[in-house]
T-cell receptor, first 110, second 114 residues
């Protein structure tokens, strides 16, 4: 089954404790992206990757890092999480401009 | 940067009625897409309409695009309780590989009452 898989789905952590949210797609898509969704602010892009070893900033990249060492994986790294990074995170991959989304990772930073 | 703005923000209808949602955007686009999101879940692609198209159908969905007014509408006919969700429009100004860069609106929350 074609899918985008994110882990963990839910996470509560504390300020400053590094964490990684993994994202994997099995559709051989070249394009992958991370979004965060916050009430009243909609969906905002954090980082995106057009292909392996090619990444670029989206609208809200501060406090996040990404890497794209292989086509299927696009992890999101929070080196030192802060409470303002509490949000619902989505990974997506794309074929022909249509995005396929993961089920989301709800992150709470205390 | 917010490009699309959906209207209304919330809509409540009876099952069987039609639901219409609108999206306005500010700059020229290559394509406009609509997505559905069930509460807290991942977004699901519904339909894509290109800037040179005026109307597109998919099952009970009808999308129109008016580039002169920079607006689009999504019509869901004969609504069902399962259509209850938030609906987002997303636009891209680019063609080719750049068309992957979408800007999303804040969504319309649709409630279909059985």
């Amino acid at each position: 089954e074609a899918q985008v898989t994110q882990n963990p789905r839910y996470l509560i952590t504390v300020t400053g404790k590094k964490l990684t949210v993994t994202c994997s797609q099995n559709m051989n898509h070249e394009y992958m992206s991370w979004y965060r969704q916050d009430p009243g602010l909609g969906l905002r892009q954090i980082y995106y990757s057009m292909n392996v070893e090619v990444t670029d900033k989206g609208d809200v990249p501060e406090g996040y890092k990404v890497s794209r060492k292989e086509k299927r994986n696009f992890p999101l790294i929070l080196e030192s999480p802060s409470p303002n990074q509490t949000s619902l995170y989505f990974c997506a991959s794309s074929l022909a401009g249509e995005l396929f989304f993961g089920e989301g990772s709800r992150l709470t930073v205390l | 940067s917010q490009q699309g703005e959906e209207d209304p923000q919330a809509l409540s209808i009876q099952e069987g009625e039609n639901a219409t949602m609108n999206c306005s955007y500010k700059t020229s686009i290559n394509n406009l897409q609509w997505y559905r999101q069930n509460s807290g879940r991942g977004l699901v692609h519904l339909i894509l309409i290109r800037s040179n198209e005026r109307e597109k159908h998919s099952g009970r969905l009808r999308v129109t695009l008016d580039t002169s007014k920079k607006s689009s509408s999504l019509l869901i006919t004969a609504s069902r309780a399962a259509d209850t969700a938030s609906y987002f429009c997303a636009t891209s100004p680019w063609s080719g590989a750049g068309s992957y860069q979408l800007t999303f609106g804040k969504g319309t929350k649709l409630s279909v009452i059985p």
